[in-house]
């Protein structure tokens, strides 16, 4: 049974040594690959496009209206005419035919509709500022989300490497006792505590490749790319010196996609308030043409008559009443405009809190780093003297089991410490604005 066990054991190892050729991707390669087939970015692109074909002054009714029109007519009918004078006599015929040809072009201008259609203009150009900034949103959302992915794929591998060692170390501490139990000298105790140690290592180890696996899988999602695709990611984290809080919350309000967005609400409500007020004014419209018309009858008291020549005119219209539609416009425009300034200070507080939350976070990680770095140095003495000791029987497998998940569990605190200070530092800067500018968003 011991003999199976560790050929298990062995052949898992093995195992886990024959790996396929994978990539090692880059940080820099996997937001240029985010950037550019993500589908949520393609899809926010494309909706800054519709918003920039709809800021047009004619589609806000700035530009004349020209239209071509055409017609024609044929008439087969019995006729009878019958004259006033006596001495006329009465014509009659049956299947008389008759033609009608007419052909013109027209144009229609509003001259005035109280501005309406000049803050339709402004409100859809605002809106298509709003559809940039969203495109800011999902853009840094996404290298964000990148980003955090990334590091946690490194997390996981570093991870995965201290189970490793954890499982080499329990490994060869179950042959120790198995030649220890074969000679006499160590008890069936420690046996099978050597064992389980050893099982829930592997246990431990087969769990991260899981989780490593998973997110890769994540990773090549937001990548837009093939989630079998396997590869390895850099662990070393770089950390950035971050501004005091004073200098990052001048920079969060002044850049900050969500604020920005809040504002272009503002704003749009505002225009689309003085479009609504402009119902209540008179539309004044120029209209001109140039028309032809021609009839051809077989018979009548007209057998040919045609018609041609230009024409232009105004028209004037004043709703007086329309059921209080434009009433009710007017009082919803107004109730968005209370609306979008109570999301915008809402949003002003929400981004301070934020802001405040990822610098104590990042704070707090910094100092976990530097104390887990000691731990480690701590630990990793620690177990180097408790193997030496263990070696000489000087000291039982609880003690170097405990050595060697204090070696373990300090590592891991290190890496995680690490990661956790990268993540909030690129919270920082994408409060801020500061993850990517817009010059580069839109290139």
Request: net charge negative.
């Amino acid at each position: 049974m011991k003999k199976k066990i560790f050929n298990a054991v062995l052949l898992l190892l093995i195992s886990m040594g024959i790996l396929p050729a994978q990539e090692v991707l880059s940080l820099e390669k996997a937001l240029e690959f985010a950037a550019t087939q993500n589908p949520q970015i393609k899809s926010a692109g494309i909706l800054v496009e519709i918003a920039g074909n709809s800021e047009n002054p004619g589609a806000a009714g700035l530009y004349p209206r020209i239209s071509a029109t055409g017609a024609g007519g044929y008439s087969n009918n019995n006729t009878r005419l019958e004259f006033a004078q006596a001495n006329q006599p009465p014509i009659e015929v049956d299947g008389a035919q008759s033609y009608t040809y007419s052909a013109g072009i027209g144009m229609t201008y509003t001259l005035f509709d109280g501005l309406g259609n000049v803050y339709t203009l402004r409100q859809r150009q605002a809106e298509h500022d709003r559809s940039l900034v969203d495109f800011q949103i999902a853009f840094e959302g996404v290298m964000s989300a990148c980003i955090n992915q990334y590091y946690e794929v490194a997390r996981l591998q570093l991870l995965n490497e201290i189970n490793s060692e954890n499982l080499n170390i329990s490994l060869d501490r179950f042959k120790r006792e198995e030649i220890r139990a074969e000679m006499g000298t160590s008890s069936s105790f420690d046996l099978l505590s050597a064992k389980v140690d050893l099982s829930n290592d592997s246990l431990s180890l087969v769990q991260t490749e899981t989780e490593l696996r998973l997110a890769k899988r994540n990773l090549n999602r937001t990548l837009g790319r093939s989630a079998e695709i396997n590869f390895f990611t850099n662990t070393e984290v770089e950390l950035a010196v971050i501004p005091e809080i004073e200098v990052l919350l001048g920079d969060a309000e002044k850049s900050n996609a969500a604020l920005s967005r809040a504002r272009q609400e503002s704003k749009i409500s505002e225009y689309a308030n003085k479009a609504a007020a402009s119902d209540f004014w008179p539309q004044l419209d120029l209209n001109a043409g140039y028309n032809y018309n021609a009839q051809e009858n077989e018979v009548g008291l007209l057998l040919f008559n045609q018609t041609q020549g230009a024409n232009a005119g105004l028209n004037l219209r004043w709703d007086l009443f329309n059921g209080n539609v434009n009433h009710i416009r007017k009082a919803n425009a107004q109730l968005n405009i209370q609306n979008a300034n109570i999301q915008l200070a809402d949003q002003e507080l929400g981004l301070k809190q934020q802001v405040l939350n990822a610098k104590d976070l990042h704070e707090n990680a910094l100092f976990s780093l530097q104390i887990a770095l000691r731990n480690v140095k701590t630990a990793n003495l620690s177990f180097t003297r408790a193997t030496e000791l263990y070696n000489l029987g000087q000291i039982d497998n609880t003690q170097f089991r405990e050595a060697q998940l204090n070696k373990a569990q300090a590592e891991n605190q290190r890496n995680n410490a690490a990661f956790i200070a990268k993540l909030a530092e690129t919270e920082l800067k994408r409060l801020t604005g500061q993850l990517f500018t817009l010059t580069t968003l839109t290139n």
